[in-house]
């Protein structure tokens, strides 16, 4: 497409967003979604071994982590662990409100912070953007 008005422009880049969102919601999400299970097992489970419960690891499991285009070009991925109306990936992100006392509570075991750390510092996110705008056609520089 030759692009020599701001209509064309616009027309181009409407053209683009269904391509981008399908690549932030196969393969990005799938990505970030990887990378906060690494994160959770790193910052979360291999701090400790319980010994006054026994863990279920839902909470570095997939079926724990929501993703959701909010429009066309935006990808949210979040833990939405929770036990009842209690959000558990926010009380271990914070380290508040545990209903027991034990060695980590109080603790923040921040693996959403760290999830976001190692996707600025690898750039996997955006490598996996590129692959999925790749495999739909899409020519990149």
Same mark, same amino acid.
């Given at each position: 497409?030759?692009?020599?008005?701001?209509?064309?422009l616009?027309?181009?880049?409407?053209?683009?967003?269904?391509?981008?969102?399908?690549?932030?919601?196969?393969?990005?999400?799938?990505?970030?979604?990887q990378?906060?299970?690494?994160?959770?097992?790193?910052?979360?489970?291999?701090? &400790?071994?319980?010994?006054?419960?026994?863990?279920?690891?839902?909470?570095g499991?997939? +079926?724990?982590?929501?993703? /959701? $285009?909010? @429009?066309?070009?935006?990808?949210?991925?979040?833990?939405?662990?929770?036990?009842?109306?209690?959000?558990?990936?926010?009380?271990?992100?914070?380290?508040?409100? &545990?209903q027991?006392?034990?060695?980590?509570?109080?603790?923040?075991?921040?693996?959403? +912070?760290?999830?976001?750390? /190692? $996707?600025? @510092?690898?750039?996997?996110?955006?490598?996996?953007?590129?692959?999925?705008?790749?495999?739909?056609?899409?020519?990149?520089?």
């Open positions: 497409m030759q692009v020599k008005t701001q209509q064309d616009i027309k181009f880049l409407q053209k683009l967003n269904q391509p981008i969102a399908k690549a932030l919601s196969d393969d990005v999400a799938r990505t970030v979604k990378t906060m299970k690494e994160k959770v097992k790193e910052e979360v489970y291999d701090v &400790y071994e319980p010994t006054m419960y026994s863990r279920t690891g839902v909470l499991s997939e +079926e724990s982590m929501k993703s /959701e $285009l909010i @429009n066309e070009t935006t990808l949210v991925v979040e833990n939405v662990r929770s036990d009842g109306d209690r959000n558990v990936a926010e009380v271990v992100e914070s380290g508040q409100n &545990y027991f006392g034990f060695e980590y509570a109080g603790v923040p075991r921040p693996f959403t +912070e760290a999830t976001r750390e /190692e $996707l600025r @510092n690898t750039g996997a996110h955006k490598a996996a953007m590129y692959k999925g705008l790749k495999s739909q056609g899409i020519t990149l520089k």
